[in-house]
């Protein structure tokens, strides 16, 4: 019964959405307002219904209900009820319900909100979320059924893919798609706004919440993405350039684009028609994400389904998603006008080349990505497009772009360099030169082995690093109220440009470090060899044989040794599980701020020997710690700006000082320079 439920919910979703989605558009035309208005509470029916169904499906997995074809191949009785909830989008069907519920989950929010925002433009954008939400819903009833029935019913299921049931996979679908599905707000905006034929600072400040939330979710989701594949397929990278990273990866760097360019919009009214184009673009990536994980177009182990047919369909939304948007951009996208009164160096001249750049990095990927597939298509040979290829392509690029980040914040809107630009410029100059000198002869670079781009690495790192220390040092210098009262006084967008920022001197700290300094060591060990790496010991004691609570195990026992003095005991894993009948390696990691102790358990039996890969990884955590403080920065400056009253309404009034604004505020653009955007 309940299941049934579901399935009606479902339904009804399906039929209110394309209600929605229609009705209040035709009804704006037609100047029936009471009509128009009726999209708000529809769209909260749509999420309330979307809920329902998704709630009846975690009932069905967490009663075993092998009666439903999805749980019997998913699920199994005696699997860990963390995992028997976490399978619920474990799969085709289940993570593709998860994708619909975000959407309607958005359209309700922005249903209850948007304080301030002109009600046509809140109508004619739960339209297009809520058509959206019809074609996947359609996509989930006629293609991929979570509700499918089996008649006689199994007596146990087939299991979850073992190297799903972990932790950090029932996080990161969620999260990923709350970025991927903020950007269809996004696009739902860019949409809406071109219906009305009104892109505006007031349409950039209602986006723009969206956009950050997007970015920070997608953020925290390809972190989180990035350090499963590290703990739990045991091949120690944290990033291998896979087909499904890069599809994840495009989106966000479309919408680190998105996420400057909205700001060019709302402070200075410019670049409008090329953020409508980035909004459309930025949700079209994340649907060739979808396209390329649900169709079996590439293989990658984030694969979740390898069907033509619903590959089709994915490829038909994306089709009409791109489409009909684009060509509405042609017609009404030149009368967007945009205001072009600022010099080249200038803020709006640093953000255009932020968009720039990483435009560009975003096409090389793509490149990357389909290339090999074009190629097979059109002469059938077949190559594969790996780091070496990024290593020329992408990274130089993401090198300009680290440089221009210490530059761009220094620039004041409209005119030129703010004062203090040079000095700090000069300062963070020098430091790069001689730390990085210092760097190179402390690790004896060249001897060493370290390579020129390793080089380049490490003085951009310092240089971001240099340049944002320095900013917030001379806008603290000593005032008549002291440094703190200056500190108090500072807006909290500039604090979370500059925790965002240095997010990513973390992030480059440890993918550098890592990058430059791993030890691999792989071996073919007896029980009670002693393996030698980067100066410290590990001591195979034994393997034995375990039990987990739906797997059996052969686990190493490994001593890992400094000078002598025990560090800790590593148990790397070989799980069986039983019901799946599949086989996994589980790592075992040591972490630490420093870097971490890694090893991994391979095939082998006590007579001949287990072969072990070990490696000593130094500051790979800082990779994750700087995701996560980037999205806290993004956050950070998100909320502030969401809080503040809308440009237009703002009192223009004096700045404390120069730096601020480059000179007194004379207008809403001088007022908003002070908020450090």
């Known amino acids: 019964m309940i299941n049934e439920l579901g399935h009606f919910a479902l339904v009804l979703a399906f039929v209110l959405s394309v209600l929605t989605g229609t009705l209040p558009l035709f009804a704006l035309r037609r100047g029936w307002h009471g009509l128009a208005h009726l999209a708000v509470p529809a769209t909260m029916l749509i999420a309330a219904f979307v809920f329902i169904a998704f709630a009846a499906l975690i009932s069905a997995f967490l009663a075993s209900d092998f009666s439903l074809a999805l749980v019997a191949s998913h699920s199994h009785s005696a699997k860990p009820l963390i995992y028997k909830i976490s399978g619920t989008w474990g799969n085709h069907e289940g993570s593709l319900l998860l994708w619909i519920v975000i959407l309607a989950l958005f359209g309700a929010l922005l249903a209850m909100g948007g304080r301030g925002m002109a009600w046509a433009l809140k109508i004619r954008t739960l339209a297009v979320q809520a058509l959206i939400s019809a074609g996947f819903l359609a996509f989930s009833l006629f293609t991929s059924n979570p509700f ?15 190297i799903l049931q972990d932790p950090g996979l029932a996080l990161h679908p969620p999260t990923l798609y709350l970025g991927y599905v903020g950007l269809s707000m996004a696009f739902a905006f860019a949409v809406a706004g071109l219906i009305e034929g009104r892109i505006d600072r007031d349409w950039a400040r209602h986006m723009r919440p969206w956009v950050t939330a997007a970015w920070c979710a997608l953020t925290i989701g390809i972190a989180l993405g990035s350090w499963w594949a590290y703990y739990e397929l045991g091949w120690g990278g944290w990033w291998f350039w896979d087909p499904v990273e890069n599809a994840s990866l495009m989106p966000w760097l479309a919408a680190t684009a ?41 293989t990658s182990v984030h694969s979740f389904a390898s069907d033509p047919a619903r590959g089709v369909f994915i490829l038909g939304i994306l089709m009409v998603a791109v489409g009909i948007p684009l060509l509405l951009f042609a017609v009404r996208g030149p009368q967007l006008v945009s205001r072009g009164d600022f010099n080249i160096i200038s803020r709006e001249g640093a953000l255009i080349l932020n968009n720039f750049l990483l435009t560009s990095a975003t096409v090389v990927v793509l490149v990357g990505t389909f290339y090999p597939l074009g190629l097979e298509m059109v002469t059938g040979a077949r190559i594969t497009v790996g780091p070496p290829y990024f290593d020329a392509t992408f990274n130089p690029i993401m090198g300009v772009l680290v440089a221009a980040m210490g530059i761009g914040p220094l620039l004041a809107w409209r005119r030129g360099t703010v004062p203090g630009t040079r000095r700090i410029i000069t300062i963070s100059g020098v430091i790069t030169v001689v730390l990085g000198v210092a760097i190179a002869m402390a690790t004896t670079a060249f001897a060493s082995g370290i390579s020129i781009a390793g080089i380049a690495g490490i003085g951009l790192l310092i240089w971001l690093g240099s340049a944002i220390i320095a900013d917030i040092t001379y806008r603290l210098k000593p005032a008549k109220a002291g440094v703190a009262a200056r500190a108090a006084r500072l807006p909290a967008p500039m604090i979370g440009m500059w925790t965002a920022h240095f997010g990513m001197v973390v992030f480059l700290a440890g993918a550098i470090g890592n990058g430059l300094f791993a030890t691999e060591v792989v071996v073919r060990a007896m029980p009670g060899d002693v393996i030698d790496i980067a100066g410290r010991q590990m001591t195979l004691r034994t393997v034995e044989a375990r039990q987990g609570p739906n797997y059996i195990t052969e686990t190493a026992v490994i001593e890992l040794r400094e000078d002598g003095r025990m560090l800790a005991v ?19 990691i040591r972490p630490r701020i420093s870097g971490d102790d890694y090893a991994v358990l391979g095939d082998g039996t006590a007579e001949t020997g287990y072969t072990l890969r070990l490696y000593r990884k130094p500051l790979v955590s800082w990779i994750w710690a700087g995701a996560g403080i980037m999205a806290i920065g993004g956050a950070v400056a998100g909320i502030a700006r969401a809080r503040r009253r809308p440009l237009s309404t703002r009192a223009a009034r004096p700045a404390d000082n120069a730096y601020d604004t480059g000179s007194t505020a004379e207008n809403d653009d001088d007022a908003a320079q002070k908020a450090g955007v």
């Open 570 to 588: 590593l148990t790397p894993e070989k799980r069986f599980y039983t019901a799946e009948r599949q086989t996994t390696t589980e790592a075992a």
């Open 148 to 162: 499918a029935r089996l008649d006689p019913p199994p007596v146990d299921g087939r299991g979850l893919n073992p």
């Open 258 to 298: 998105l996420l400057h360019s909205t700001i060019v919009v709302e402070q200075r009214g410019t670049l409008k028609s090329w953020t409508v184009l980035l909004a459309i673009l930025a949700f079209s990536l994340s649907l060739v994400g979808t396209f390329i994980v649900r169709s079996g177009l590439l």
